[in-house]
């Protein structure tokens, strides 16, 4: 025999699948991120991946032999970090497709990331299961 609540949880569990399946096709299109900095004078290219690990290290050219050693680290780490910011925005945008409406990223990320902030107070869940929850109907 079957409770009236049996294609609820039917439907629940599809759209829980259908998430899950949406979480792991963005997982797999995260971990395929790259991007690229080369330095203003184009004398060093750094691309990283998505973790921000470093994938490939050029010298274009040969500006970086006439540059001092200070001045090449700096523009080595500068080129570094702006790569590692684009591969930041681009999995801040792939993200926040699979967020729920309302959940800001950002704010996880960043000198003032807050996790609080970023947590609803209430559960996120269907109004079908809120009105059980609440209501025992």
């Known amino acids: 025999?079957?409770?009236?609540?049996d294609e609820s949880i039917k439907?629940?569990?599809?759209?829980?699948?259908?998430?899950?399946d949406q979480l792991n096709e963005t997982n797999q299109r995260m971990q395929e991120i790259t991007a690229t900095a080369t330095s203003p004078r184009k004398s060093v290219s750094?691309?990283?991946g998505a973790?921000?690990?470093?994938?490939?290290?050029?010298?274009?050219?040969?500006a970086?032999?006439?540059?001092?050693?200070?001045?090449?680290?700096?523009?080595?780490?500068?080129t570094f970090t702006a790569a590692q910011q684009q591969v930041?925005?681009?999995l801040m945008e792939l993200m926040q497709a699979n967020v729920p409406a309302g959940f800001d990223?950002?704010?996880?990320?960043?000198?003032?990331?807050?996790?609080?902030?970023?947590?609803?107070?209430?559960?996120i869940m269907p109004d079908a299961v809120r009105a059980y929850i609440e209501d025992g109907q």
């Not at 439907?11 to 899950?20: S, Y």
């Not at 973790?51 to 040969?62: A, H, I, S």
């Open 105 to 123: 990223l950002s704010a996880l990320y960043g000198p003032d990331a807050d996790i609080g902030k970023v947590l609803p107070r209430e559960p």
């Open 1 to 5: 025999m079957s409770s009236p609540y």
């Open 64 to 78: 970086y032999k006439r540059m001092a050693p200070v001045e090449l680290a700096n523009v080595i780490t500068e």
């Open 11 to 20: 439907e629940l569990m599809g759209e829980f699948h259908q998430q899950l």
């Open 46 to 48: 750094i691309t990283v």
């Open 51 to 62: 973790q921000g690990r470093l994938v490939e290290f050029k010298f274009p050219n040969d």
């Open 88 to 90: 930041q925005a681009q």
